[in-house]
């Protein structure tokens, strides 16, 4: 199977464990509706157990699963298998989240086995020197993020995300950098992806909103805003 080709700007909406079954759908069931309203590429991640039904019910949607660990068929009780999630629809995983770290040659391995079945690898890194490394194992997506501002309110400053992109750029011009960590507005959003990154999207932003759906829409709008404005620019 081939990889899914995203467009960009993509926005991404990651409930981690906050959101599961019905609350989760829910949110799943609004995604795909303003990314075919909007015609933006949308990255959904769920708990493994739901991304069957946003794979099933959400053909706008792109499926991506939390985690993966890099096994093949056979003994690994308890770990991610990549045919499966591929199996099961999805088309993006995420490596080396903050909140689920891996080794080097853990990222390394997972990346190619991503590319073995077909799913986007999507690489976490916290400083230029990580976002350097990584950019070395060529991953499909890299989120460039500073972990002391996952769950907060304050996005990285500018010189972070220039500094950040333009090191994976100049080591693997073909992977997207999306930029995040603090994205909580609409605002957030289009000035993040205004200053070039190819992807953003949030979290807690959304899931802990007075209105995770209406601010969900407030986010997507603005990146569809972003990606008209850029193409304005030329």
């Known amino acids: 199977m081939q990889p899914k080709q995203l467009r960009t700007p993509h926005f991404s909406c990651n409930p981690k464990s906050y959101l599961w079954g019905a609350r989760l759908r829910e949110l799943a069931d609004a995604a795909e509706r303003y990314a075919a309203e909007l015609d933006i590429d949308c990255l959904f991640s769920a708990q493994l157990v739901d991304l069957p039904y946003v794979a099933e019910h959400c053909p706008h949607l792109t499926p991506e699963a939390q985690a993966i660990d890099p096994i093949v068929p056979g003994r690994g009780m308890g770990a991610i298998l990549p ?10 995983a ?10 080097l040659h853990q990222i ?5 086995r991503c590319s073995e079945v077909g799913i986007l690898s999507m690489v976490a890194t916290d400083t230029v020197d990580d976002a350097k490394a990584v950019a070395e194992l060529h991953p499909d997506l890299m989120v460039c993020e ?10 990285a400053d500018e010189s972070y995300m220039r500094e950040t992109r333009e090191a994976v750029k100049a080591i693997s011009p073909k992977t997207l950098v999306h930029q995040g960590a603090g994205i909580h507005s609409g605002k957030d959003v289009y000035e993040t992806l205004m200053r070039g990154a190819d992807g953003t999207g949030a979290t807690s932003g959304i899931v802990c909103a007075d209105d995770p759906v209406a601010m969900l829409h407030e986010m997507m709008a603005a990146c569809a805003q972003a990606r008209d404005d850029l193409a304005a620019r030329g």
């Open 146 to 155: 500073l972990t002391s501002l996952i769950g907060t309110s304050k996005v």
């Open 83 to 92: 045919e499966a999630l591929a199996d099961a629809g999805v088309q993006v």
């Open 108 to 112: 390394s391995e997972s990346i190619r």
């Open 94 to 103: 995420f490596i080396n989240h903050a909140e689920r770290p891996c080794t």
